[in-house]
């Protein structure tokens, strides 16, 4: 039997890599020319670099650009810091969080697949639609970059082209949409020579009514900004400078190098949405990563929740597919496997939007909750449980043996 995937982010290229190591036919579709875009989710957690190592990409992994996050500290009413996260205490060598640039994992992914004789890319591809008979799908309709169309037949059609799914919407299926206080704008500012040194850190920076998180880079310091849903346009007649200032104000430390922001164009809007499909499969056809359940950024997991369930369609996938013996009743088993993971990130989630977005951008609260920093600073377990929520998720997935090297 054989697959086609609509999407070569990390859901499709996973399963495409962990299918044809499986000795199925598949075929990834992405519709661009390469998989050079800024700030795609970049945090690669504890279950995916372990994921990475039981694949035999362990050292290959650990071989791209990458900085390690320390962790998260939160500014305390006192004028200190408090520790939010202890990243450390987690089990060795799985104690960290790699920020790598999406590009380079999917490069190594798509390096790795393209060894299998049963796995083939087709970039400048997208997928415009399924084809369907007798009330199946049975493939996908495509479109070019240079206006070539055609079509893939298959067995099994996965969606894994996002939150704007093309295959999703043609099917008639929309998400259950939960309420997102903000959205996100994100930049890159330079480090300079002497900061090379420092530990790479998650930075906050609170004040009514915006405030931003700052990741160190190898190189740059990339900036999320955060303030009310549906500001972009105000921001953007806003004009440069005004946001310049607006960062220099949140984040002083940076104010010698907002000029080398050069104009609005290099402030890239993430329209956050919180999402989730409650059916994830029609008759041959599976929703995974975004099309499934869009992921809000806080805490940076779906990246890593995409990937979870691209081994568990594969685990459950594979033998029907080998057997040539596919249902909807095996398509059934992902969703049930991954339903509740799912479920349980979003309610996090939405507990911080709730419990920390919302209060600072209404301007009610400036900083964390207090009960949130005296839990930290005094209660050790409670920087143990956000650091592995974070790291590994609910239900972390091993890579099945057909697909270890």
Do not use: C
Request: no cysteine; aromatic share 6%.
């Amino acid at each position: 039997m054989s697959v086609v995937i609509s999407g070569g982010g990390p859901a499709g290229m996973m399963l495409g890599l962990l299918l044809a190591r499986a000795g199925i036919e598949v075929t990834v579709l992405e519709k661009h020319d390469d998989f050079l875009r800024d700030f795609r989710g970049d945090t690669v957690h504890a279950s995916t670099v372990r994921l990475m190592d039981e694949l035999g990409l362990g050292r290959k992994l650990a071989a791209l650009p990458q900085s390690r996050l320390g962790n998260m500290e939160l500014p305390a009413p006192d004028g200190g810091q408090v520790r939010l996260t202890d990243f450390e205490s987690l089990p060795a060598p799985y104690n960290y969080i790699a920020m790598i640039p999406q590009w380079d994992l999917l490069n190594l992914l798509a390096q790795e697949a393209l060894r299998e004789p049963t796995f083939t890319l087709r970039m400048n591809t997208a997928a415009t639609g399924p084809i369907r008979e007798g009330g199946k799908v049975v493939g996908v309709r495509y479109r070019t970059r240079d206006g070539e169309e055609g079509e893939i037949r298959a067995d099994l059609t996965v969606a894994a082209d996002g939150r704007n799914s093309v295959l999703r919407r043609d099917a008639g299926l929309v998400p259950q949409e939960f309420p997102v206080p903000f959205d996100t704008w994100w930049l890159r500012l330079p480090r300079h020579v002497e900061e090379q040194t420092q530990e790479p850190r998650l930075v906050p920076a609170f004040r009514a009514g915006e405030f931003a998180l700052s990741l160190t880079r190898n190189d740059y310091f990339q900036i999320a900004y955060f303030t009310a849903k549906g500001s972009d346009a105000r921001l953007r007649d806003e004009g440069i400078e005004r946001f310049r200032a607006r960062i220099a104000g949140l984040m002083p430390q940076y104010a010698d190098r907002v000029d080398r922001l050069p104009s609005m164009d290099d402030v890239h809007l993430l329209d956050v949405r919180l999402n989730r499909l409650q059916r994830w499969y029609a008759d041959a056809l599976l929703f995974i990563g975004d099309a499934a359940h869009a992921m809000s950024p806080a805490g940076g997991v779906g990246i890593n929740l995409a990937i979870q369930d691209a081994v568990a369609a594969a685990t459950l996938l594979a033998e029907p597919l080998r057997r040539g013996r596919l249902t909807t009743a095996d398509l059934a088993k992902v969703q049930r496997r991954r339903w509740r993971p799912t479920v349980i990130m979003q309610r996090v989630q939405l507990m911080l939007h709730d419990g920390l977005f919302a209060p600072v951008l209404t301007g009610s609260r400036v900083g964390p909750p207090a009960s949130v920093v005296l839990a930290a600073r005094h209660v050790p377990w409670s920087r143990q449980l956000p650091s592995r929520l974070i790291a590994w998720g609910p239900r972390p997935e091993h890579a099945p043996a057909f697909a270890r090297r």
